[in-house]
């Protein structure tokens, strides 16, 4: 492994441990020429991953970049971090146990509503505004509107007590 401070391509690795949801193992390294301290994760890979865009453009699959869109979406929201981890680790796991290399756009985005619906509303707003390329105002309207028909209905105050 790299190091990200002089290059150095001969760290040790001093400590090993497995992820709280056992996912990844996490790994303490140092850089014997400069001393720098750093954290590694290694994980899993199914099967390479190729993303087909809507232009029909072909790239590789980004876990870093589903993170890195899950977290605009709920920057400033009160929502735990390990859950929105556990949340790309699924996402992440059914794309690679579908038996295809090849994934849609599309699919991805389907996948991220899902899990942000029960993860976060506004959350769920907002990437749905990114996502479906809102052009007006009363689009946010009819997602809301989505969200909410979707929602249990609510519960009567007083309700279940005896």
Do not use: W
Request: include cysteine; glycine fraction near 6%; hydrophobic fraction near 30%.
């Amino acid at each position: 492994m790299r190091c990200p401070y002089c290059g150095s391509l001969d760290t040790q690795v001093k400590d090993s441990r497995p992820t709280d949801d056992a996912s990844s193992i996490r790994r303490r390294r140092v850089c014997p020429d400069c001393a720098g301290r750093f954290t590694t994760f290694e994980r899993v890979q199914l099967r390479e991953l190729t993303v087909v865009k809507k232009s029909g453009r072909r790239v590789a699959f980004e876990r870093d970049k589903l993170s890195r869109s899950l977290e605009i979406a709920l920057r400033k929201r009160p929502v735990d971090p390990d859950r929105v981890e556990r949340m790309v680790n699924g996402i992440v796991r059914q794309l690679e146990s579908s038996g295809d290399s090849e994934v849609t756009s599309d699919r991805i985005g389907e996948l991220v509503m899902e899990g942000l619906k029960s993860l976060d509303g506004v959350a769920y707003v907002r990437f749905a505004s990114v996502y479906k390329n809102f052009r007006e105002a009363r689009e946010f309207g009819a997602i809301v509107d989505e969200f909410h028909s979707e929602e249990a209905p609510p519960v009567k105050p007083g309700a279940g007590r005896k």
